[in-house]
Structures are given as C-alpha cells and as structure tokens.
C-alpha cells in the first residue's frame, strides 16, 4: 500500500492544508483565492473557540432558518451580513476615496429603481403623515466645483417607519421617493419629512441573534441618496438625523461621522425643518 | 454635540472592534465569545480577499439557496460543512484520543436509531446484491483487554451505493444495518457486503461548488460503527476498504491513516471478502 502511505489525510492540525490542497483543478483561480482564504479562516475560528459539536449543531439550525426566511421581500442573510458589519465592510473596502468625497454606506434593501423625476422642490412625502423638512444642499467635484446634471434618488421610509413597499395599499407608491437632477449651479432640493428610525424586521433568526447579544434592532433617522453623474464615481449613501438617540449604535453599522446631517428649525410658513448636506463627487476614468 | 464627537463609528480599519463592542449586553458569556471571534475572522476574511460587491452578493445567493435545499430529508448546510473539511474539524477537536485509541470520524446522515440486535456472525446484507464480506476483529481497552457487553452498531449503503432509507419501498427496512454485543472474549464478526463508494447528493448548491472548485463529489467506500461500553468514551467511526479509488480524496475528508481496513478474500464457501479491524476503546470516569 505505498500509494496509500503518501497521502495527506486530514488531521487537526494540518486541516486547512487538507482541505486547500483539493483546490488546485478550481477553473477560476479567484474563486481558489476566496475559498482557501475562507476555508483558513472558518477552521481557525472553530479552533479558537473549541467549538463543541453542540455549538455546531446549533450553527447549522441557525443557518438552514436564516435561509428558509428568506423570499422574494426578505433577505435575511443580508439582515445578517449587516447585523455582523459584513455588509459595511464589504461596502467600505469597494469604495474607498480621496479624503473630502462623500462617504458610502450601505444600500439596504428598500431602493426602487424607477422613481418619479420631478424639479427641484417638490414635495415628495404623498401621505400626509410626519414632520415636514426640507433638504438642500449642492452636488460638487473635489475641487468645490458644481456638478451639472447630477441625478439624485432619494428615499426614506414614512413617519411610521415604514418604506412604501412594505406597505403596498396603505401607502401611496413612490411615497417618499423621487429623482431629482441639478442644474448648472450643482444645487439641489426637495420637501419632504424628518426621518425618523425604525427597527430591522427582527422576528425572524437575526431577530433572535441580537436579542441573545442584548443588541436592539433600530436603525437611527436617515434619508437614503445615490447621486451620479457622468464621470463621477456614483455615491450610495444616507445623511443621518445629527441627534438621533441610535446614532451609536445602529443595527447595521451604516453611521459614518462624515455623513452627519444636521436637523435646523425650517423658514417661517415653509417646513417646520431644514437639512442641508453637500454632496462631493470623486472624478473617474 | 459632544456626545456625537465622542463615539467610535464604524471604519474599514476597526470594523471589527466596532461590532464587537456591541456584545457587552449578551447574557450568554459563551455565545459573547463565538461571536466575538466569528466576527473578527469573518472580517479578516473579506480583508484578505477584498471581497467585490458582487462576490458579496454571490456568496449571499448561495447561503440563501443552501438553507433553501434543506427539508427533512436533505441537510445542505451540513454537507457544505462537511466538504469544507469544517465537520471532521469540529469532530477532531471535540474528540481527541490517547494514542492507540480507534479514531473518530463525522458520523454522517444515515444512521438510525433503533436497528435490530443480531448474535454474532449473522447476515446484515437483506436485499440479496453486492459482494459478501465477513467483518470480524476485537473491541479492547488501550491496556490490549478485551471489552465484555460493546455495543457495536454498523451501517452501510448497498451495492448500488445507497442507503435504506435512501430507498424507503426499494430496499428492505434495515438492509445492511445491525447492532452486535460483544461476549467475554470481545470479539465480533457480522456477514454483508463489500462496502462501495457513492457520490454525497451533488443536485444542489454545494454540488455546484464542487464542481467549481474541481472536485468529485465521491466518498470511498467505508462501514460505519458506533461502539460504545459502559467505562469507555463511545466512538464513532468508519473503517475504509483499504484500497479505494477514492481514499485520498474523500469529499468529506473522513478518511483517517489509522481507519484504513484491509480487503481480504474470505474463506472457501463462506463469503468472498473479509475485514478483520480492532476497536481500541478509552476508558473514561
């Protein structure tokens, strides 16, 4: 049996090489890449921790419920991704700027492509419901120039924390959203309502998760933007609500300093708040 | 706002430390710990690799599908476990042995609970196919003493490579299942067939990851056993026929040096093959 006497089996201590060592026919060699660099980490993990059988037991009942969760309205796997910062931090090394550009932050799973397009101004809350606010501000390069033409999607969930499309017959469609496109000075602005913060869907496997790490689920008031425009790198972004009391501790990790709005009483016989955040555009290709 | 000024948000460099400063409330010290290091190796991961976007959006894909495969018959997440070499890990770590004890291995999804006692020498094979085999040998202690009242459940797929309850109206109930108890002498021996090798169930995500890496999804031959006596840890393991095609490429990595049983012929007018394959047992209280 000298064929038999020169494999490698698979040991404790050798286990990441054992499994790595099966890779090499992988017809992608960027997937070879994740999936050793996954399979290393995952087995340090289990070692650090000594993880017992039971613990794995319980990690594989987590997972098949985190999937069988999900459906064409919920990702509960993104809910988890975002609860452990995976999600941010994905988001953080794929988008990476010169000092002074707009940060991102997450996408989340409430944006509708398609929204009316509508100028400058123009209410966007159809429900009646929430505290009015206006927001403003400009769209510029580094350099402080004003982008012409920017495209800016916005939307926010009601004053009852909830998006449009979580509520389809009890909230008009395209309620707090719309596009809107600026002009030659790069400015922008819009009417519509103060966020206000709401919980993640939480009955479900994350739900559980964070109750057990004595986390909440809220995610502190924002308003969601993506701006773009040619030669622009596109910004996927929110602007806070500056004094929001889950600011520290957002759900999902979203919260950068940089994107930090503040919340200001709004004009006599206009809205009852104003938001005024610059949009700084990184220059591509 | 100096309360704002003061809080540590989320950054691609402290991502980790961002979210586990959230886990102080957990009531569960244990659960505070796993997490703890998930996060911190998950991060690592992304880091290492510069996970895009759109693998992130991939990756979650496949969880989804994963969790989506299993019902209660099917485990998808632990098939994706035991293929990234993960289970064997865990079954490792939680079973380590003094030298010279018979070896663990993952115990699979196939046993069933309740399989009928047999006296020594009779035939488990019920469905009349495969090549007959005699498996006899000892259950000991490490000091070489035999083990009196061993418990010794073994299971096996058939000759088409199978399991009974694979095949619920096809294979009789039982087929190649049987629990033997060993006498003073500490031997046993039980008539079925030379084990053959069969693919792990490759129609869904994680045989779609096999393909992608290069791998097959095949297992070689092997008979499990569960032995277990008052006094002794239990051990639950396989012994591989020492000759398979498949050994050093186990998709789910269970073949161990030490588990390795010679295929021998069988005596004239008795059975065609014979394995003869010690338990050495841990004492344990």
Same mark, same amino acid.
């Given at each position: 049996?000298?064929?038999?006497?020169?494999?490698?089996?698979?040991?404790?201590?050798?286990?990441?090489?054992?499994?790595?060592?099966?890779?090499?026919?992988?017809?992608?060699?960027?997937?070879?890449?994740?999936?050793?660099?996954?399979?290393?980490?995952?087995?340090?993990?289990?070692?650090?921790?000594?993880?017992?059988?039971?613990?794995?037991?319980?990690?594989?009942?987590?997972?098949?419920?985190?999937?069988?969760?999900?459906?064409?309205?919920?990702?509960?796997?993104?809910?988890?991704?975002?609860?452990?910062?995976?999600?941010?931090?994905?988001?953080?090394?794929?988008?990476?700027?010169?000092?002074?550009?707009?940060?991102?932050?997450?996408?989340?799973?409430?944006?509708?492509? *398609?929204?009316?397009?509508?100028? %400058? &101004?123009?209410?966007?809350? !159809? =429900? #009646? $419901? *929430?505290?009015?606010?206006?927001? %403003? &501000?400009?769209?510029?390069? !580094? =350099? #402080? $120039?004003?982008?012409?033409?920017?495209?800016?999607?916005?939307?926010?969930?009601?004053?009852?924390?909830?998006?449009?499309?979580?509520?389809?017959?009890?909230?008009?469609?395209?309620?707090?959203?719309?596009?809107?496109?600026?002009?030659?000075?790069?400015?922008?602005?819009?009417?519509?309502?103060?966020?206000?913060?709401?919980?993640?869907?939480?009955?479900?496997?994350?739900?559980?998760?964070?109750?057990?790490?004595?986390?909440?689920?809220?995610?502190?008031?924002?308003?969601?933007?993506?701006?773009?425009?040619?030669?622009?790198?596109?910004?996927?972004?929110?602007?806070?609500?500056?004094?929001?009391?889950?600011?520290?501790?957002?759900?999902?990790?979203?919260?950068?300093?940089?994107?930090?709005?503040?919340?200001?009483?709004?004009?006599?016989?206009?809205?009852?708040?104003?938001?005024?955040?610059?949009?700084?555009?990184?220059?591509?290709?």
């Amino acid at each position: 049996m000298t064929r038999t006497q020169q494999i490698e089996y698979f040991t404790e201590e050798r286990s990441v090489e054992a499994v790595n060592s099966r890779m090499d026919q992988a017809a992608d060699a960027r997937l070879r890449t994740i999936m050793a660099s996954l399979v290393s980490h995952l087995h340090a993990f289990a070692k650090d921790v000594e993880l017992t059988t039971a613990e794995w037991g319980a990690a594989i009942d987590f997972l098949t419920r985190t999937g069988q969760m999900c459906d064409d309205k919920r990702q509960e796997f993104i809910l988890l991704s975002d609860t452990l910062g995976f999600s941010m931090l994905v988001d953080a090394i794929n988008h990476r700027r010169p000092s002074g550009a707009t940060e991102n932050t997450v996408l989340g799973p409430f944006h509708v492509e *398609g929204a009316p397009i509508y100028p %400058m &101004g123009t209410n966007i809350s !159809l =429900d #009646g $419901k *929430g505290e009015s606010c206006l927001f %403003m &501000g400009r769209v510029l390069d !580094l =350099d #402080g $120039k004003p982008v012409q033409g920017a495209k800016i999607d916005v939307w926010c969930d009601n004053a009852d924390g909830y998006y449009d499309v979580q509520q389809p017959g009890i909230q008009p469609q395209w309620n707090n959203r719309g596009i809107f496109v600026t002009g030659k000075d790069g400015t922008y602005s819009f009417r519509g309502i103060r966020p206000v913060s709401y919980p993640i869907p939480d009955d479900g496997p994350v739900g559980q998760m964070l109750a057990a790490l004595g986390r909440h689920p809220n995610r502190p008031a924002h308003m969601h933007f993506m701006v773009s425009a040619e030669g622009f790198e596109t910004v996927i972004t929110h602007t806070f609500v500056n004094d929001d009391e889950w600011l520290a501790s957002d759900a999902v990790f979203g919260v950068k300093a940089s994107l930090l709005a503040r919340m200001e009483p709004g004009e006599k016989h206009d809205t009852k708040w104003k938001s005024n955040f610059d949009f700084i555009l990184n220059r591509v290709g």
